[in-house]
């Protein structure tokens, strides 16, 4: 069965760091492009990045660009979010999610809270 | 940046009923087009791609058209199971999503 398992939730003071991690099953994870958004309570979904398959390359929404880094390990089937200098407005439903080539999303993760809170 | 624009906001319709959703994109996206339906409590899941093709186990009472500017999502006869928050997306440039309908009984 086709699966995107997301870490827990997580709480991170403003300024602060945080790592999400996303483990793939049922496909040959290797072969595809992944992505994160997010969705703030009560709003909509934000794009925020995108690596290749094999992890060369990668883009990212200007809201998070320079903040937040992309980068996935093909060995281990995971694909990680790292969020550097925290706000309070990251606070939001994250979302690890496949893509078919660099088009459409397929597959979505069940979603992991970032609170950010002192 | 691409913009996406959704109307209306918020859709009241009955079981059985059809609506038409509508986005509309800031520059034309050709038919790089996605729907997602998001069901409360749920991750989004995709409905239809390339405008106007049904994502694996979608019913066909779901369809998509339009090109460039101009999209629409119309469900026929409506189900219970329908009743949900509708997202547009374009990935011609990057990604961008519409602000979301939601479909209410």
């Known amino acids: 069965e086709l699966q995107l398992v997301q870490s827990g939730g997580l709480l991170g003071p403003p300024g602060g760091s945080l790592r999400l991690s996303c483990v793939a099953s049922?496909?040959?994870?290797?072969?595809?492009?992944m992505n994160w958004v997010r969705q703030a309570p009560g709003q909509g979904l934000e794009w925020l990045a995108y690596?290749?398959?094999?992890?060369?390359?990668?883009k990212y929404a200007d809201s998070v660009d320079g903040r937040f880094t992309i980068s996935r390990d093909n060995a281990e089937n995971a694909v990680f979010l790292q969020l550097n200098r925290l706000r309070p407005e990251d606070t939001a439903l994250y979302y690890c999610?496949?893509?078919?080539?660099?088009?459409?999303?397929?597959?979505w993760g069940q979603g992991a809270l970032v609170t950010v809170s002192s | 940046e691409i913009v996406m624009t959704q109307s209306p906001a918020t859709l009241s319709a009955s079981p059985g009923e059809s609506v038409t959703l509508s986005c509309r994109a800031s520059q034309s996206v050709n038919n790089n087009l996605a729907w997602y339906q998001q069901r409360p409590g749920q991750a989004p899941s995709l409905l239809m791609y390339?405008?106007?093709t049904r994502a694996t186990g979608v019913p066909a009472r779901f369809s998509g058209s339009g090109y460039g500017t101009e999209f629409t999502l119309t469900i026929a006869s409506l189900q219970s199971e329908d009743f949900a928050v509708y997202y547009c997306q374009q990935y011609k440039r990057r990604y961008s999503f519409g602000q979301g309908t939601k479909l209410e009984i």
């Open positions: 390339g405008t106007f």
């Open positions: 049922g496909f040959t994870f290797g072969s595809y492009e």
């Open positions: 690596i290749s398959s094999g992890g060369a390359d990668t």
């Open positions: 999610v496949r893509s078919y080539y660099t088009e459409y999303f397929d597959q």
